[in-house]
């Protein structure tokens, strides 16, 4: 079982930056490939970014590629997500989530992964 905490969520205006933590708990978090997502009010979750077990391999999707940056601290058992420029459209609940796949990889289906966090807002104002 791996616990799952995010924080680093608030307001901020257009053009600014926050940065998320997900602060994991339970099994070995370092054998854990891990993912961002975002659910905006009235539409589903969508993938954000994705980084693997060891961190060498990351992913985003367009939408936030190139403003976003995802990282994470094994020895801490902290995943990040670094966002810049941030936009009202970024405005969402952010959710962090670890598969239990052993292996290198990138995930980016949501039923992929086991195990999620409770969620923090972000919202950006115009």
């Known amino acids: 079982q791996v616990q799952l905490v995010e924080s680093g969520g608030g307001l901020v205006q257009a053009g600014g930056s926050l940065r998320l933590s997900c602060a994991a708990s339970?099994?070995?978090?370092?054998?854990?490939?891990m993912g961002w997502f975002r659910q905006a009010p009235g539409k589903e979750r969508e993938f954000v970014a994705a980084?693997?077990?060891?961190?060498?391999?990351?992913y985003y999707a367009d939408s936030v590629k190139g403003r976003f940056t995802v990282s994470r601290d094994n020895a801490k058992n902290t995943v990040y997500l670094q966002m810049n420029s941030l936009k009202p459209e970024d405005t969402a609940v952010y959710y962090c989530?670890?598969?239990?796949?052993?292996?290198?990889?990138?995930?980016?289906?949501?039923?992929?992964?086991?195990?999620w966090g409770q969620g923090t807002q972000v919202i950006v104002s115009s």
């Open positions: 989530a670890a598969d239990k796949c052993g292996l290198e990889y990138i995930r980016i289906d949501e039923y992929d992964y086991a195990y």
């Open positions: 339970g099994r070995t978090f370092s054998s854990s490939n």
């Open positions: 980084i693997s077990r060891s961190g060498r391999i990351t």
